[in-house]
Nanobody, 122 residues
């Protein structure tokens, strides 16, 4: 079973940028859709962005569209989330996951990573 490990989180001021990485334990992840999700304290986990298996299609939540960019490098079995123009409301634990096909909710995703904390100060 594929395992995912997120990294790249941290503390940043509003307006700043961070780049998250999600490294997979197996290159077979290249056949899966990959997604990023986030969960703020007291809130449900929500969809942030997703990318299909070959990177040809990307999907974003309205709240991050135009600020975040998802990409993947199948040779490195790694998915990235470039986050620009960060806002305090982006503060959350960010998770990556795999799926057989892109879903715009948390349903259908598996192999969840442990998450990486992103904190945006005002």
């Amino acid at each position: 079973q594929v395992q995912l490990v997120e990294s790249g989180g941290g503390l940043v001021q509003a307006g700043g940028s961070l780049r998250l990485s999600c490294a997979a334990s197996k290159r077979t992840v290249s056949s899966y859709a990959m997604g990023w999700f986030r969960q703020a304290p007291g809130k449900e986990r929500e969809f942030v962005a997703a990318i299909n298996w070959n990177g040809g299609s990307t999907y974003y939540a309205d709240s991050v569209k135009g600020r975040f960019t998802i990409s993947r490098d199948n040779a490195k079995a790694t998915v990235y989330l470039q986050m620009n123009s960060l806002k305090p409301e982006d503060t959350a634990v960010y998770f990556c996951a795999a799926a057989l096909k892109v879903e715009l909710t948390t349903r259908g995703w598996f192999a969840w990573g442990q998450g990486t904390q992103v904190t945006v100060s005002s």
